[in-house]
C-alpha cells in the first residue's frame, strides 16, 4: 500500500498534472509553452505537491479566513485576525474602522493531532487576513 492518498508516487501526479496543465495551455488556450515554461510549471507543482504532504501530516483543518464587517467592523491594536500592512510588528500596528479586504488570512483548526478540530480555543492563526483602514 502506497502512502501518498492518490495512490501514486509524487513524482507520478506531477507529471500527469502538469501533461493535464500543458493540454490546457497548448491546446486549449492556444499557448506555446517553451521548455523553461514547463521546467517553471513543473517545479510549481513539484513546490505544491510538497506543501499538500506537509499539511496533510498535520490532521487539523486549513481554512482562508475574510473578515466579516458585521464580525469585524474595526481593527484593534492588538487584533490577531486582522493585520493593516504586511510589516505590522516592524511598523507599530495601529486601530481603526476596517474599508475593504485585501488579502485573506489563514486559519489553523485543531490540534494538529487531529483532535479539537471545532472547538474555537483551538483556532490558530496562521496569517491574519491584510486590511485596509479607513482615512489610513
Not at 22 to 41: E, F, H, N, R
Not at 51 to 69: E, G, N, S
Amino acid at each position: 500500500m502506497l502512502a501518498y492518498p492518490s495512490e501514486d508516487p509524487p513524482d507520478v501526479t506531477t507529471r500527469n498534472l502538469q501533461a493535464q496543465l500543458d493540454d490546457i495551455l497548448t491546446v486549449d488556450m492556444g499557448y506555446d509553452l517553451s521548455a523553461k515554461s514547463q521546467t517553471w510549471i513543473r517545479e510549481m507543482l513539484e513546490k505544491a505537491g510538497e506543501c499538500k504532504r506537509l499539511l496533510m501530516k498535520q490532521r487539523a483543518v486549513f481554512k482562508t479566513f475574510i473578515p466579516d464587517p458585521e464580525r469585524f467592523p474595526n481593527k484593534l491594536r492588538d487584533d490577531r485576525y486582522l493585520a493593516n500592512n504586511e510589516n505590522e510588528e516592524k511598523e507599530g500596528m495601529v486601530e481603526g474602522e476596517v474599508w475593504f479586504v485585501m488579502a485573506p488570512g489563514l486559519l489553523k483548526q485543531g490540534t494538529g493531532r487531529g483532535t479539537n478540530l471545532n472547538d474555537p480555543e483551538f483556532e490558530t492563526v496562521i496569517v491574519p487576513a491584510l486590511v485596509r483602514l479607513r482615512y489610513e
